[in-house]
């Protein structure tokens, strides 16, 4: 029963995105233990407290696209619009333009991307997060960036990322950068 309800689960999530959620299928078929240990992964990459959706989603896109060539980048994209994310901050973090982010944009973006660079700013942004968002929101950007890599990774190892694609933003392309010249 607890099997079929996550199927269904899955189905709808994957319609309601367009993204094919065939490699989490798959966990959940052929090892169904396995599955419902990763399951509540999929919730706590979504957590939220104080940190505001355009800097939490900053982080998310800038994760995903560290580790994917597109699908899972486009999830990222099309659930910080259904968060109520404007589209220019969205092109602005797929762009990699610091100068057309909000101040709240940028440091998700900064934070996300000096972690997944290991640059040597890391302690910079990570004090900045702590200075406007305490140790909730450090911990907040922590999870969702470094969650929302796991996914393509997984999908990634299991043999399922087979596709590339352009990713859109409310339906117009974007060229996306994924690291500065």
Known sequence: MRSFIARRMLRSFSKRYGYDMGYV???????PAAFFKFAPLIKAANHHEVVPA???????????????????TQLAVDMALEAGVSKDQIEAV?????????????????FASAIVHRSADDERYRDA????????GVIELAMGLQLG?????????????????????????????????
């Not at 990713?167 to 974007?174: E, K, S, Y």
């Open 25 to 31: 299928e798959t966990i959940l078929k052929k090892s």
């Open 54 to 72: 355009e800097a939490r989603f900053a982080a998310k896109i800038t994760g995903a696209l560290s580790e994917d060539c597109g699908p899972c």
């Open 94 to 110: 797929l762009r990699r333009d610091i100068r057309a982010m909000s101040p709240e944009t940028a440091l998700g973006f900064q």
């Open 129 to 136: 997060v702590r200075a406007r968002w305490g140790e909730k």
């Open 149 to 181: 890599r796991m996914f393509p990774m997984l999908k990634f190892a299991l043999g399922y990322a087979k596709e590339c694609r352009r990713v859109t933003v409310a339906g117009h392309q974007v060229d996306v950068i994924k690291q500065a010249a």
